[in-house]
């Protein structure tokens, strides 16, 4: 499975776009990219996924680099209850289980 | 509509004995998945069900540790002769058919043992 690779922590003030990176630089062409969030004490929740072509859905976006090697979340208008862990998970249709690093822990600051 | 339910919540027990973690899925929701978290870690895979069968229980630690799901809905997930390594959240998790479609996941279940 490929490893992905992302910054511990990121703060961002409220109202304005959070960008969380992810580097997945061994990614396999029919490997999905995934983001979850897990806001304290609660399980993990599904945010957006896509394989190469850019996404967009009520919570958030998603930027995959050309190369794949690398992709964006973008919360366009982070609030406080966008506090949580992110986690970027590369995902193949053979393993069907989900990979998680150690995530982003996003602060958004009032 | 009602979301993936996991019993009990809290989990105190003492080293060496017997624990089962029950997971209930979305109804009609085929694959079901276990995972563990230790604090400040992200959730490490354990064992994925598709039906009643366990379709891939490569992320089980050891024999200590065990999972059914008999009637292919509710799981549970038993552990022999806890040990202190042991104590994590218990997550569950649950998707339509797996595959693509996203999983869902239940609050948990602290497992402590002392």
């Known amino acids: 499975d490929a490893k992905t690779t992302q910054p511990p922590s990121m703060d961002c003030a409220e109202g304005r776009a959070a960008n969380l990176p992810c580097n997945h630089s061994?990614?396999?062409?029919?490997?999905?990219v995934y983001w979850y969030r897990q806001i304290h004490s609660q399980g993990p929740q599904y945010i957006i996924h896509?394989?190469?072509n850019n996404e967009t859905n009520e919570m958030a976006s998603l930027i995959i680099t050309e190369d794949r090697k690398s992709s964006t979340l973008i919360l366009p208008h982070a609030t406080l209850r966008d506090t949580a862990v992110y986690y970027c998970i590369v995902w193949n249709s053979g393993t069907y289980k989900y990979i998680f690093g150690t995530g982003t822990r996003l602060k958004v600051l009032a | 509509g009602a979301g993936v339910s996991q019993t009990p919540s809290n989990k105190v027990t003492e080293k060496g004995k017997y624990v089962e973690l029950r997971c209930d899925p979305i109804s009609g929701h085929t694959a079901l998945y276990w995972y563990r978290q230790s604090l400040g870690q992200g959730p490490e895979f354990l064992i994925y069900f598709q039906g009643t069968g366990a379709a891939d229980d490569s992320g089980l630690p050891n024999d200590r540790f065990f999972a059914v799901r008999p009637e292919g809905s509710v799981s549970t997930l038993k552990i022999q002769r806890t040990e202190r390594g042991d104590s994590a959240v218990y997550l569950c998790a649950s998707s339509l058919t797996g595959g693509f479609n996203e999983q869902f996941f239940g609050p948990g279940t602290r497992l402590t043992v002392l």
């Open positions: 061994t990614i396999s062409g029919n490997e999905y």
């Open positions: 896509g394989l190469k």
